[in-house]
């Protein structure tokens, strides 16, 4: 079953919440994208594209595309005043020096420590890992946005990953169609479940073992 677009859009949107006013934050292809479409228009975030723009805005009208302007995936894409351009090195230079507040990016798996497999399921064609092992690594925080499990039923967030890694122990919160988890110390922690799902159904979807805040939203 795929998700339907108000899910993705649910997804996106809680994953708003954690962007905070004058944050420097990289979208990933997929719902990651969505999330720029709820970040209230008088807050000053400026978006990150690795391809070499700071400062990216929401999708241009129908028509009015610019073909130099795209991001990452090639998608077109608008700028908010105060943006700038460079070239890919300088877009991988703020990436690695630690400067993005947040990245946000889709995900195959997650295991229970945080490590991230997001860039290759081995047999398939792939575009190439982007800026994905750089992104998971440097970024002060990394938050997944994913179904909780695959279109087979399977869980995504496993004791350990089976697919090769993107980068070990680098996931923070990862943000589902059913649930919102935080990466600790101490494992993973059940935080928010979301209408019409019960904890038990997180915990049954889960393949990982999840511990249950005292206080679930």
Same mark, same amino acid.
């Given at each position: 079953?795929?998700?339907?677009?108000?899910?993705?859009?649910?997804?996106?949107?809680?994953?708003?919440?954690?962007?905070?006013?004058?944050?420097?934050?990289?979208? +990933?292809?997929?719902?990651?994208?969505?999330?720029?479409?709820?970040?209230?228009?008088?807050?000053?975030?400026?978006? #990150?594209?690795?391809? $070499?723009?700071? +400062?990216?805005?929401?999708?241009?009208?129908?028509?009015?595309?610019?073909?130099?302007?795209?991001?990452?995936?090639?998608?077109?894409?608008?700028?908010?005043? +105060?943006?700038?351009?460079?070239?890919?090195?300088?877009?991988?230079?703020?990436?690695?020096?630690?400067?993005?507040?947040?990245?946000?990016?889709?995900?195959?798996?997650?295991?229970?420590?945080?490590?991230?497999?997001?860039?290759?399921?081995? $047999?398939?064609?792939?575009?190439?890992?982007?800026?994905?092992?750089?992104?998971?690594?440097?970024?002060?925080?990394?938050? =997944?946005? *994913?179904?909780?499990?695959?279109? #087979?039923?399977?869980?995504?967030? =496993?004791?350990?990953? *089976?697919?090769?890694?993107?980068?070990?122990?680098?996931?923070?919160?990862?943000?589902?169609?059913?649930?919102?988890?935080?990466?600790?110390?101490?494992?993973?922690?059940?935080?928010?479940?979301?209408?019409?799902?019960?904890?038990?159904?997180?915990?049954?979807?889960?393949?990982?073992?999840?511990?249950?805040?005292?206080?679930?939203?």
């Amino acid at each position: 079953m795929g998700m339907g677009v108000s899910v993705r859009e649910a997804i996106a949107k809680r994953a708003a919440q954690e962007i905070k006013d004058g944050m420097v934050v990289n979208l +990933g292809i997929g719902i990651p994208t969505l999330v720029a479409n709820y970040i209230p228009s008088n807050s000053n975030v400026m978006f #990150h594209a690795e391809n $070499g723009v700071l +400062g990216t805005g929401p999708a241009p009208i129908k028509g009015e595309e610019d073909p130099n302007l795209c991001n990452a995936g090639g998608i077109p894409i608008t700028i908010v005043p +105060g943006a700038s351009y460079f070239d890919s090195t300088i877009a991988f230079g703020i990436i690695r020096r630690g400067l993005l507040d947040i990245t946000i990016l889709g995900a195959f798996e997650v295991s229970e420590n945080g490590d991230l497999a997001n860039w290759i399921v081995p $047999g398939k064609i792939v575009s190439g890992m982007g800026g994905a092992v750089d992104l998971a690594q440097k970024a002060k925080k990394v938050i =997944v946005l *994913m179904n909780h499990t695959d279109k #087979h039923g399977n869980p995504k967030i =496993v004791p350990k990953c *089976m697919l090769p890694l993107t980068a070990e122990q680098c996931v923070d919160l990862i943000i589902t169609d059913m649930a919102v988890i935080e990466v600790t110390d101490q494992g993973l922690q059940l935080i928010e479940v979301k209408e019409p799902y019960t904890v038990e159904d997180v915990i049954n979807a889960t393949g990982a073992a999840l511990h249950v805040a005292d206080f679930v939203k």
